[in-house]
């Protein structure tokens, strides 16, 4: 029960629920508050037939066009309330799930921890558009739905995310980096077969990743504007490190000159780059440091003073 304001008792009065109708009465003087309301709980129900521990569930998922005739289908059931056995239960279970691969694998892709909808969305479509030709049978399906989850993140321009959803797959279901590697070559290839031109992959900078160590760090918010004024300018260097390792360097950089230094283990552990990369960044930025640090966070004497 609830209290509702009731006209005729000119008070709040206990209401009853009547579901079948859609009345809600007032339990003291019988007036009908509201009528034909619509029942917005779910529609579950258990049928006498049933058993309590079957899923009450009558109705599927929503309209999926990367599903076979949208993921809408029918299964007849015998009279028992059970599927029904045979030859005709086979043919049916058989017809009625064309896309079992590809909802385990939509349900393996939503499974990653902290997507967006719309990487979800763009592996989903990348996952459907090569196993419609057929190519990934008896290959690894947890390497296929981790390729297709990178290469989705690449193309929607978010990959800091790409490292850590490897290494959740990798965990979780044992593959390898190479498996991952191999699979997203083969995508790639396919994809570029389809459309007759070269993927779009988004192109990776080190400032992609910067907020985020940095906060993870807890730098102070100056020396986190000087880092990205300095990742900024280090783009325009012929430094040729992956971007999350000059990201790496460029914090340490940062954190030597600023009066909270961090540990170079610390910075490693954060940004999950070995120390001796981030050692061999610093050193190529090394003879840069002038240009890319910026004037008002560090004078020339404190630059100079930092050792190689």
């Known amino acids: 029960m609830a209290d509702l304001f009731c006209r005729d008792c000119n008070r709040q009065a206990e209401v009853v629920f009547d579901h079948s109708a859609g009345d809600t009465i007032c339990s003291e003087c019988g007036l009908v508050l509201e009528s034909h309301s619509v029942d917005m709980t779910s529609e579950w129900r ?11 569930a009558r109705v599927g998922g929503p309209y999926n066009p990367l599903l076979t005739h949208g993921g809408l289908t029918t299964v007849i059931s015998g009279g028992s309330g059970e599927l029904m056995s045979g030859p005709v239960g086979k043919w049916q279970s058989r017809s009625s799930n064309p896309d079992k691969h590809l909802i385990q694998a939509f349900s393996a892709i939503s499974a990653m921890l902290g997507l967006v909808t719309t ?12 196993e419609d030709q057929k190519p990934l049978r008896g290959r690894n399906q947890e390497a296929i739905v981790a390729a297709c989850l990178y290469i989705a993140c690449r193309q929607e321009n978010k990959p800091r995310t790409v490292k850590v959803k490897l290494e959740f797959c990798s965990v979780v279901n044992g593959t390898t980096k190479k498996d991952i590697g191999r699979a ?11 459309m007759g031109q070269s993927v779009e992959m988004g192109t990776i900078h080190a400032s992609d990743y910067l907020r985020r160590f940095c906060s993870n760090l807890g730098m102070s918010n100056q020396a986190v504007k000087a880092a990205q004024e300095a990742v900024q300018k280090s783009e325009e260097l012929d430094i040729r490190r992956s971007p999350i390792s000059v990201a790496a360097a460029v914090i340490y950089i940062i954190t030597q000159l600023s009066n909270d230094t961090k540990p170079l283990k610390d910075i490693s552990v954060v940004t999950r780059v070995a120390e001796g990369t981030i050692k061999n960044s610093y050193k190529d930025l090394h003879p840069h440091l002038s240009r890319i640090i910026p004037d008002w966070f560090a004078n020339e004497e404190d630059i100079k003073s930092l050792r190689i």
């Open 119 to 130: 990487i979800k969305d763009r592996a989903n479509e990348i996952y459907k558009k090569v």
């Open 46 to 56: 258990t049928f006498a037939n049933e058993s309590a521990d079957k899923e009450p």
């Open 184 to 194: 997203k070559e083969l995508i790639v290839k396919q994809l570029e077969a389809e």
